[in-house]
């Protein structure tokens, strides 16, 4: 520690620090655009000069190191003069729009220019004038004149986000930020460089003049789609939802967001919102109120286990649904008899038991690990604030291995990359057991190959203090789960790392600790859509086409049901096929309710905004049918009073959290044809991305194409432009999709890669499975 004195006050500050980060720890404010403490330091905005005893001139505060005895002088006139001078220079050329620019009201220049700007100018030549730019739905480059080369959004793009798409050309004052010629930004974390931005250069393209920032309320809220649990700030004119930014918070997602989670609130005001309680009756659809449709609903219930018994009810929930609506879910079809409730759609193997899986440690700590083997995950697109975690790891040297089914770019240096067919990743992480094996002198669990690749591994897992083993999306719903997850433990054990899952949807822990899954021999997700079909289905927040592991399946499923009863905030064309009743609930914004992250944080969060038109809060739907159907245990008043009754002691939660197996582990036979590889691309993976217009006008948001290996490719002839027909194998014969085909050489022979979730897919059958290609 170094003592330095700032304005006359004596502080204490780590050596090697800089002098604004000194002046921040004695709350000392310093003017500044370029510097950011989650950034590189740039010093070139030179607003933050600062008078320093023995120094000949005025010195930048975020690049000068502190050294022990320095006098530092924020206020003295040559500091004032300096910093005076250095707006002078910036508002030489900046236009005098601020009327009608976006930025007004949050807008640094704005803020610091009342302090530090004259009040009038010098500078009487024409202003520069920098051409827009278009770089995609997300962020608008419309007013480039204002930026001021803070480079904050390059900086952000090469060091968070693990890609430079803006850049600086030229020189002097032909300088500007702008995109590699013809290029949009696609980064899945674009909609930061917005909030960075101190200026109104970049902006956002959906909000753009729709509010100004004075006129809207801001109220806090928890991300409702991947199991970071990011918190947000959801901004309100009226009773509409406007805007989304972070709200900053060290433990979970810093200070950045998902583009997901930024831009998803257009959903919630979209055309295909459900706003009216509907019944079908002959095949037409009609409005009908409250206390028609719930009668319709619980005489339909009663019916069925009249008739059929209760275990012909059975219901399917989203992850993405609170805990309470969850919680109470489960206690309505437990109360009817029946323990058919699932949550895991897409999961296919069920054997390692009913632990609740988590991260195995805090979100943080991803970003301190010295080794890591992230095993089936497409962990950018999955998980993007994870990966950004992850990334920050590696660029501080940390060694980050994946096993996979395809190579792609998670942008951040990888040791090592085993990319095989799915059905060998069992295998593979079988030949990192071996080699560990080998090298502690101990018996492997199962017999494995002690390659290179897996050496190599197993070296970087043995060394290292932090250490972590973590399991993704693909391998939690891979059909041989338990033998991964079996495996990664006794990894874990050997090496000292940590194991847990990424987790997929903001609720998967929360969804396990309430009970929304079997538990006294209930049929499972995968057994209720794949099954004898039941006669009374309850689907919440679950779009069967889009959300489980094999549509084809579940659409049947769904039309075979005697009565299908949709509770959800959507319409969709599907559902008016194979529903008979549909029940709007509220989304995220329109509901109190508690999600539970993959670190098992429990986050509760207030509705922001009054239901539309006729919606309810999921939980106060359940609670009435529970009571019009006469079951216990559903006299609840307030959301908080059904969440102390679901999660009971909240500091009990942590021992619940478990991540152990005692499943056998499985090597299976090789299937010798073509296996698909199915990933959610990350705006298909829940209703609110799917019905978000800028997020589906993306890169990411085109629909989806078939990827073919180097082999296969050359076997079929295939050129530039071609597509191909896929099929695979339905519940009542072959199901097919054309799409459009790409050569992609990082593919295993027998992989052909189709994304699962969206519609051009929605027909085909499982997503761990055999597949067929055909020139189409």
Same mark, same amino acid.
């Given at each position: 520690?170094?003592?330095?004195?700032?304005?006359?006050?004596?502080?204490?500050?780590?050596?090697?620090?800089?002098?604004?980060?000194?002046?921040?720890?004695?709350?000392?404010?310093?003017?500044?655009?370029?510097?950011?403490?989650?950034?590189?330091?740039?010093?070139?905005?030179?607003?933050?000069?600062?008078?320093?005893?023995?120094?000949?001139?005025?010195?930048?505060?975020?690049?000068?190191?502190?050294?022990?005895?320095?006098?530092?002088?924020?206020?003295?006139?040559?500091?004032?003069?300096?910093?005076?001078?250095?707006?002078?220079?910036?508002?030489?050329?900046?236009?005098?729009?601020?009327?009608?620019?976006?930025?007004?009201?949050?807008?640094?220049?704005?803020?610091?220019?009342?302090?530090?700007?004259?009040?009038?100018?010098?500078?009487?030549?024409?202003?520069?004038?920098?051409?827009?730019?278009?770089?995609?739905?997300?962020?608008?480059?419309?007013?480039?004149?204002?930026?001021?080369?803070?480079?904050?959004?390059?900086?952000?793009?090469?060091?968070?986000?693990?890609?430079?798409?803006?850049?600086?050309?030229?020189?002097?004052?032909?300088?500007?930020?702008?995109?590699?010629?013809?290029?949009?930004?696609?980064?899945?974390?674009?909609?930061?460089?917005?909030?960075?931005?101190?200026?109104?250069?970049?902006?956002?393209?959906?909000?753009?003049?729709?509010?100004?920032?004075?006129?809207?309320?801001?109220?806090?809220?928890?991300?409702?789609?991947?199991?970071?649990?990011?918190?947000?700030?959801?901004?309100?004119?009226?009773?509409?939802?406007?805007?989304?930014?972070?709200?900053?918070?060290?433990?979970?997602?810093?200070?950045?967001?998902?583009?997901?989670?930024?831009?998803?609130?257009?959903?919630?005001?979209?055309?295909?919102?459900?706003?009216?309680?509907?019944?079908?009756?002959?095949?037409?659809?009609?409005?009908?109120?409250?206390?028609?449709?719930?009668?319709?609903?619980?005489?339909?219930?009663?019916?069925?286990?009249?008739?059929?018994?209760?275990?012909?009810?059975?219901?399917?929930?989203?992850?993405?649904?609170?805990?309470?609506?969850?919680?109470?879910?489960?206690?309505?079809?437990?109360?009817?008899?029946?323990?058919?409730?699932?949550?895991?759609?897409?999961?296919?193997?069920?054997?390692?038991?009913?632990?609740?899986?988590?991260?195995?440690?805090?979100?943080?700590?991803?970003?301190?690990?010295?080794?890591?083997?992230?095993?089936?995950?497409?962990?950018?697109?999955?998980?993007?604030?994870?990966?950004?975690?992850?990334?920050?790891?590696?660029?501080?040297?940390?060694?980050?291995?994946?096993?996979?089914?395809? &190579?792609?770019?998670?942008?951040?240096?990888? =040791?090592?990359? /085993?990319? +095989?067919?799915? @059905?060998?990743?069992?295998? $593979?992480? *079988?030949?990192?057991?071996?080699?560990?094996?080998?090298?502690?002198?101990?018996?492997?669990?199962?017999?494995?190959?002690?390659?290179?690749?897996?050496?190599?591994?197993?070296?970087?897992?043995?060394?290292?203090?932090?250490?972590?083993?973590?399991?993704?999306?693909?391998?939690?719903?891979?059909?041989?789960?338990?033998?991964?997850?079996?495996?990664?433990?006794?990894?874990?054990?050997?090496?000292?790392?940590?194991?847990?899952?990424?987790?997929?949807?903001?609720?998967?822990?929360?969804?396990?600790?309430?009970?929304?899954?079997?538990?006294?021999?209930?049929?499972?997700?995968?057994?209720?859509?794949?099954?004898?079909?039941?006669?009374?289905?309850?689907?919440?927040?679950?779009?069967?086409?889009?959300?489980?592991?094999?549509?084809? &399946?579940?659409?049947?499923?769904?039309?075979? =049901?005697?009565? /299908?009863? +949709?509770?959800? @905030?959507?319409?969709?064309? $599907?559902? *008016?096929?194979?529903?008979?009743?549909?029940?709007?609930?509220?989304?995220?914004?329109?509901?109190?309710?508690?999600?539970?992250?993959?670190?098992?944080?429990?986050?509760?969060?207030?509705?922001?905004?009054?239901?539309?038109?006729?919606?309810?809060?999921?939980?106060?739907?359940?609670?009435?049918?529970?009571?019009?159907?006469?079951?216990?245990?559903?006299?609840?008043?307030?959301?908080?009073?059904?969440?102390?009754?679901?999660?009971?002691?909240?500091?009990?939660?942590?021992?619940?959290?478990?991540?152990?197996?005692?499943?056998?582990?499985?090597?299976?036979?090789?299937?010798?044809?073509?296996?698909?590889?199915?990933?959610?691309?990350?705006?298909?993976?829940?209703?609110?991305?799917?019905?978000?217009?800028?997020?589906?006008?993306? &890169?990411?948001?085109?629909?989806?194409?078939?990827?073919?290996?180097?082999?296969?490719?050359?076997?079929?002839?295939?050129?530039?432009? *071609?597509?191909?027909?896929?099929?695979?194998?339905?519940?009542?014969?072959?199901?097919?999709?054309?799409?459009?085909?790409?050569?992609?050489?990082?593919?295993?022979?027998?992989?052909?890669?189709?994304?699962?979730?969206?519609?051009?897919?929605?027909?085909?059958?499982?997503?761990?499975?055999?597949?067929?290609?055909?020139?189409?």
């Amino acid at each position: 520690m170094v003592e330095i004195e700032i304005d006359g006050r004596k502080v204490q500050v780590q050596e090697g620090s800089m002098v604004m980060q000194a002046a921040e720890q004695c709350g000392t404010h310093i003017p500044h655009f370029c510097y950011h403490k989650k950034l590189s330091i740039a010093a070139n905005c030179r607003m933050c000069l600062v008078d320093i005893e023995k120094a000949p001139k005025p010195m930048p505060a975020c690049a000068t190191p502190v050294t022990q005895g320095m006098i530092v002088r924020t206020k003295s006139d040559k500091a004032i003069k300096a910093q005076q001078g250095v707006m002078e220079f910036l508002l030489i050329n900046h236009p005098l729009d601020c009327p009608i620019c976006d930025q007004g009201g949050e807008c640094q220049l704005q803020d610091l220019a009342v302090g530090y700007g004259g009040s009038a100018s010098r500078y009487e030549e024409e202003k520069r004038v920098v051409m827009p730019k278009d770089v995609g739905p997300l962020i608008s480059m419309e007013e480039m004149s204002r930026c001021i080369q803070c480079t904050r959004c390059v900086r952000f793009g090469q060091e968070i986000a693990g890609v430079m798409e803006l850049g600086m050309a030229h020189r002097g004052e032909h300088s500007e930020i702008t995109t590699f010629v013809g290029k949009t930004v696609d980064s899945e974390l674009s909609g930061n460089m917005i909030d960075l931005c101190p200026v109104g250069a970049l902006t956002s393209k959906p909000f753009r003049y729709s509010a100004r920032t004075w006129e809207l309320s801001r109220r806090k809220s928890v991300s409702p789609h991947d199991s970071t649990g990011a918190n947000l700030i959801v901004q309100v004119k009226g009773s509409k939802v406007m805007r989304v930014v972070p709200l900053e918070n060290e433990a979970v997602n810093e200070c950045w967001l998902a583009d997901r989670d930024r831009f998803s609130y257009e959903a919630l005001n979209g055309d295909e919102r459900l706003t009216q309680p509907m019944i079908k009756q002959g095949g037409q659809w009609r409005e009908v109120d409250w206390t028609t449709v719930l009668e319709y609903v619980a005489n339909g219930l009663k019916g069925i286990k009249n008739e059929h018994g209760a275990s012909a009810i059975g219901a399917l929930a989203s992850e993405h649904q609170t805990a309470e609506e969850l919680y109470l879910l489960a206690q309505l079809v437990r109360g009817l008899g029946s323990d058919n409730i699932d949550t895991r759609l897409r999961q296919t193997d069920f054997t390692a038991g009913s632990g609740v899986k988590w991260l195995g440690m805090p979100v943080a700590d991803l970003s301190t690990l010295d080794r890591a083997l992230v095993v089936g995950s497409f962990l950018r697109k999955d998980h993007p604030l994870f990966a950004s975690r992850l990334r920050h790891a590696a660029r501080r040297g940390a060694q980050v291995s994946a096993i996979g089914g395809m &190579a792609d770019d998670w942008l951040m240096p990888l =040791a090592q990359r /085993v990319t +095989v067919a799915p @059905s060998a990743w069992v295998q $593979a992480l *079988a030949d990192v057991a071996a080699a560990v094996a080998a090298e502690r002198g101990v018996s492997a669990p199962v017999a494995g190959n002690v390659t290179d690749v897996a050496k190599a591994i197993a070296a970087s897992l043995l060394s290292g203090q932090r250490k972590a083993i973590l399991l993704g999306n693909a391998a939690a719903q891979h059909p041989q789960a338990a033998s991964l997850q079996a495996l990664a433990q006794w990894l874990a054990e050997q090496t000292g790392a940590q194991f847990g899952f990424l987790g997929e949807s903001a609720n998967t822990v929360g969804a396990a600790l309430v009970g929304a899954q079997p538990q006294q021999g209930g049929l499972n997700a995968a057994q209720m859509l794949s099954g004898q079909p039941l006669k009374g289905l309850i689907l919440m927040g679950v779009e069967p086409e889009f959300d489980t592991a094999n549509p084809a &399946a579940a659409l049947a499923a769904a039309r075979a =049901a005697e009565t /299908v009863i +949709v509770l959800s @905030s959507f319409k969709s064309e $599907a559902a *008016a096929e194979y529903a008979d009743v549909m029940l709007p609930i509220s989304p995220f914004t329109e509901t109190a309710g508690t999600f539970i992250s993959a670190e098992g944080r429990v986050q509760s969060f207030h509705g922001v905004v009054r239901p539309l038109g006729d919606t309810r809060p999921g939980w106060k739907v359940l609670r009435v049918l529970g009571t019009m159907l006469g079951l216990e245990g559903f006299a609840f008043e307030t959301a908080e009073e059904v969440r102390a009754r679901a999660l009971g002691d909240v500091a009990a939660l942590p021992a619940r959290l478990n991540n152990a197996t005692q499943a056998a582990i499985t090597l299976p036979a090789s299937t010798g044809g073509l296996e698909r590889l199915a990933d959610v691309p990350i705006y298909c993976a829940d209703a609110l991305v799917r019905r978000a217009p800028s997020l589906q006008a993306t &890169a990411d948001g085109k629909p989806p194409v078939a990827g073919l290996p180097q082999a296969l490719w050359a076997e079929l002839g295939l050129t530039d432009g *071609a597509q191909v027909k896929v099929t695979q194998e339905g519940p009542s014969g072959p199901v097919s999709a054309v799409l459009a085909a790409v050569l992609d050489a990082s593919l295993p022979a027998n992989v052909v890669h189709v994304p699962t979730g969206h519609p051009a897919t929605s027909a085909l059958g499982a997503a761990f499975g055999g597949i067929r290609v055909e020139k189409a």
